[in-house]
């Protein structure tokens, strides 16, 4: 998707790119016609002017020179007009082209809002199963301490019911009860929940447990 979207991109910025280059080409060319246009409007002033001097230095018939002045005029009327069509033409589609432009920036613009849009709406979905995923391993892992916990509570019984009886020792008639049981668990649950060290802390805490079960071993010779 977002291969797509950078693909899109490069494409509308290659489009406006061009169309920027044919609108400085074309507002160069209108100058250039525009040039042109004063010039030509310069030299039919001076071509009249001309005219009129030859008129009175030269020896031409009336009818010569009104010929004349009226083809020169002619075609410099022909040439203005050609001009301004072409001028016309030319302003014509340079405003398309800036229509053109700013209807292009508009979709880029609304495109780049709704793929920012979109990474937001992705971004919120994955911290949110992120943080559903944590939690639930967090839970687990709680549930598994106290599953230990009650484990280790009931071997500890059964570990000093041995040692008593080895003694000669009547044994503990009465089993752990459920309240103890409740009360470690519930203070399990109050604790803090458990930090990247727990792993640690709870290797270190079998290590001790599994000392101190070799060391009743050797005690009662096993």
């Avoid at 005029?73 to 033409?89: D, R």
């Amino acid at each position: 998707m977002d291969a797509r979207y950078d693909h899109e991109l490069a494409r509308v910025w290659q489009l406006v790119a061009q169309l920027s280059e044919q609108l400085a080409i074309n507002q160069n060319v209108t100058a250039t016609l525009q040039s042109q246009v004063d010039a030509l409007k310069a030299e039919a002033a001076e071509a009249g002017h001309n005219l009129r001097l030859r008129r009175f230095n030269t020896d031409i018939s009336k009818e010569t020179f009104e010929s004349e002045l009226e083809r020169t005029s002619a075609q410099i009327i022909i040439e203005n007009q050609t001009l301004l069509h072409e001028n016309k033409q030319l302003a014509s589609l340079l405003k398309e082209y800036e229509t053109t432009v700013e209807t292009i920036m508009n979709k880029f613009r609304n495109h780049a809002i709704a793929a920012q849009q979109h990474e937001h709406t992705l971004t919120r979905h994955y911290e949110t199963l992120l943080a559903s995923r944590e939690q639930q391993s967090q839970s687990t892992d709680l549930t598994a301490h106290t599953n230990m916990a009650r484990s280790f509570h009931r071997l500890s019984y059964h570990l000093r019911n041995l040692i008593q009886t080895l003694a000669g020792e009547d044994p503990d008639a009465r089993p752990p009860h459920e309240e103890d049981l409740l009360s470690l668990v519930q203070k399990l649950e109050s604790l803090p929940l458990p930090s990247s060290d727990w792993a640690v802390e709870r290797e270190v805490e079998i290590a001790r447990l599994n000392a101190e079960n070799d060391m009743l071993r050797q005690a009662l010779g096993i």
